[in-house]
């Protein structure tokens, strides 16, 4: 395990958090005419690339995608708002939590369309794993959701599908 980013001990998750903002077009509709679930997954995949790359400041490809959970429909003319942040990281994996609100722009009315976990491993130059810097613990919060996240990467470790 390479470890380019020894210079930078540690990062809290509020440093990589990122939220992206997109308008669901026609283009994004499933043939009933609500938004199709695979666009909110490509979205749900991006943003969390933005905070797995800043987190680790290389490379980071998608292992896993888990607790996809569509909760509402997202309508054609919605303001989609995805939220994500980092939870846990191990050596060159890190678990990545998103939310998807959904806003009626007409009446303002906001609600939780959706939520994910998504696993990325950084990369150095050679493709190879390498360690990311680890997660200062600020708040709380930080503290819970990196005890939850460690379960969860666990589990999934003990799934994992070779
Ligand atoms: C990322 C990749 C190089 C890792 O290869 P690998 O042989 O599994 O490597 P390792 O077993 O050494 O695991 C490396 C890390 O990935 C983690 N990992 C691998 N698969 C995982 C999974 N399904 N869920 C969670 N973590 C996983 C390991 O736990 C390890 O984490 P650690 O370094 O924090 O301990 C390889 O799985 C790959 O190239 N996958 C394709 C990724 C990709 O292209 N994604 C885009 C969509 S196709």
Known sequence: MSSENSKIQEKSPSESHAEVIVRMFPSDANPAGNVFGG??????????????????????????MDSVNFLKPVFVGNVL?????INYV???SMEIEVKAEAEDIVTGIRTVTGTAFV???ALNKNGKPMTVPKLALKTDDDRLK?????????????????
């Open 90 to 92: 191990h050596n060159s």
């Open 39 to 64: 666009e909110i997954l490509k979205h749900i995949d991006m943003v969390a690339g933005i905070v797995a790359q800043r987190h680790s400041q290389s490379n980071a490809v998608t292992v896993s």
């Open 119 to 121: 696993t990325f491993v």
């Open 81 to 85: 708002t995805l939220n994500a942040r």
């Open 146 to 162: 990196f005890e939850e996240a460690k379960i969860r990467m666990d589990i999934r470790l003990k799934n994992r599908q070779k």
